[in-house]
């Protein structure tokens, strides 16, 4: 996969970057590999997923600054 498409920031037009172009059979591989992951991700401890999901948090909460100014465009 190598298409893209140009993402513009809609308050002034301005180029912000460019997003992958997927095709529905990408797309179908990425729920697919969502689907099969599912019964490993089940079968760990809530403890285990908490601490996942903390740490996906706190790489969010890491980026908080530049997602919002992408956000705020």
């Known amino acids: 996969m190598s298409a893209?498409?140009?993402i513009h920031d809609p308050a002034d037009g301005?180029?912000?970057?460019?997003a992958?172009?997927?095709?529905?059979?990408?797309?179908d591989d990425a729920?697919?590999?969502?689907?099969?992951?599912l019964p490993?991700?089940?079968?760990?401890?809530?403890?285990d997923r908490e601490r996942v999901v903390r740490a996906a948090a706190a790489h969010v909460r890491?980026?908080?600054?530049?997602?919002?100014?992408l956000m705020a465009r």
């Open 4 to 6: 893209t498409y140009p």
């Open 14 to 18: 301005s180029f912000v970057g460019d």
């Open 20 to 27: 992958p172009a997927q095709t529905a059979a990408e797309v």
């Open 31 to 37: 729920v697919r590999a969502a689907a099969d992951a």
């Open 40 to 47: 490993a991700w089940s079968a760990r401890t809530a403890y």
């Open 62 to 69: 890491s980026r908080a600054d530049a997602i919002g100014r």
